[in-house]
Structures are given as structure tokens and as C-alpha cells.
């Protein structure tokens, strides 16, 4: 459907429902006008019947979908994602920490970037709570080539158990550091996944080391 059948199909709605709530200008009232002159323009082709009007008139209770053609019910739904509990949200922030202090505390950054947002089922299907996630962002090369510099990695808070081979945001030494958790030679040790070991050697996990949460999900926009 061209823009000239679109609108000569929102006239046509748009006068049946004009006729519906008792004229021009009983609909102009329940669209906010002072009048039906409004209405009057847009069905003679005066004025383009917007999206806008489309939606004040979708927002009148049993109108919803008034307007819609057949093109209309292969178009996506669009979702509003705000503060929708079907959608929770993962918010960015910068982790504060304290070294030789296992806990920590986190400034937002809701003005700066977009949440990360995924439907309740994901976090259902993987036991994740969404509270308890939080997202970061990657400082240097030291794991590339599966995280770079700039990075979105998603930080599960509730999973602070040491796994082997497992990545982690850690607390060392009162920074933050995203390593690969290794056993070996009986001991615990934070490992980059960069080759360069010289630049990043591996580094033994002591009682000033603590375990923030487990990396569980990451954004790049590396290809």
C-alpha cells in the first residue's frame, strides 16, 4: 500500500468513525480539539491524517487497531521496553571497590548508555536474577581476541563460586580486573586470554583477591 492508498484508507476509517461517535464534532472533542473542524479538513484531504492522530485514536478505549491495514499484521510489534516487567533491564555502571574489601558498590551510568534489556525468559532459562546483574565495560587488550577494549560484558553477581576456566570481574587489589580463572599447580590464578604473556602474565589469586561474579554475557561491535 502506496502513501496516497494509505491515507484514502485512513479517510475512509476515519469518516466511519466520525459516524460512530456522532460527527465531527464529537470525535474532534474526544481527540482533544475545540471542534469538528479538525476532523472536517482531514476527511476532505486537507490535512494527511498523521501517525500521530493514528495513535490518539488507537488510545481511545475499543479503538485499538482502528486504523490498521492488511500490511499492518505482518509488521513487527513494536514493544515498549521502559520499565516493562516482561523486559528487565541490565544496568551499566562502574564498579567501586576497596582493596582487601570483598564487597563493593556501583555508580550508574543510566544517563551516558542504554541498558542491556532481555525478555524474562532468558533470565528464567539461565536461573539469573536480574538484580543481581550488572553491566561493565572492557578497559584494555589483556583478553582480546574474545573481549576488546570498549566491550560490553555482563556481570552476574551471584556467581562468585570458582570455576575453572570460567572468566570473572575480579576485585584485585582494589581494581577491577576481567580474567580467566585457572587451577593450576594446586592453586587458583587469573589468566588472560591475550597470547602476549609478557605484556599479561598470569597472576595468583591471595586473600586480597575476590570474585565479583561471573562474566555471562557480552556486546562488541569487533566483527
Known amino acids: 500500500m502506496d502513501e496516497h492508498e494509505l ?7 476515519l469518516a466511519d468513525l466520525a459516524q460512530r461517535e456522532g460527527g465531527n464534532a464529537a470525535l474532534g472533542r474526544r481527540l482533544g480539539y475545540k471542534d469538528g473542524a479538525y476532523v472536517g479538513q482531514m476527511l476532505r484531504g486537507e490535512r494527511v491524517i498523521s ?9 481511545i478505549p475499543g479503538y485499538t487497531g482502528w486504523f490498521d491495514t492488511e500490511d499492518d499484521a505482518v509488521r513487527p510489534t513494536l514493544i515498549a521496553l521502559e520499565n516493562n516487567p516482561d523486559f528487565p533491564a541490565i544496568r551499566r555502571v562502574v564498579f567501586k571497590l576497596s582493596a582487601g574489601a570483598s564487597g563493593f558498590s556501583v555508580s550508574y551510568l543510566d544517563g551516558s548508555a542504554p541498558p ?17 546483574l550488572f553491566a561493565t565495560t572492557v578497559v584494555n587488550g589483556s583478553m582480546e581476541p574474545g573481549l576488546y577494549d570498549g566491550d560490553t560484558v555482563v556481570v552476574n553477581t551471584e556467581q562468585t563460586e570458582p570455576m575453572d576456566g570460567t572468566v570473572f570481574a575480579v576485585n584485585y587489589e582494589g581494581e577491577l580486573v576481567i580474567k580467566r580463572l585457572v587451577r593450576d599447580e594446586g592453586k587458583w590464578w ?3 586470554d591475550n597470547p602476549d604473556k609478557r605484556l599479561y602474565p598470569r597472576k595468583a589469586c591471595h586473600e586480597g583477591v575476590f570474585l565479583l561474579g561471573e562474566i555471562v554475557h557480552k556486546q562488541s561491535e569487533r566483527i
Request: hydrophobic share 30%; aromatic share 14%; net charge positive.
Open 7 to 13: 491515507q484514502e484508507w485512513r479517510i475512509k476509517r
Open 116 to 132: 542491556i534489556v532481555f525478555q524474562r525468559s532468558w533470565y528464567e532459562s539461565k536461573g539469573y536474577r536480574p538484580e543481581k
Open 51 to 59: 501517525e500521530k492522530t493514528v495513535m490518539a485514536v488507537h488510545n
Open 190 to 192: 587469573l589468566s588472560s
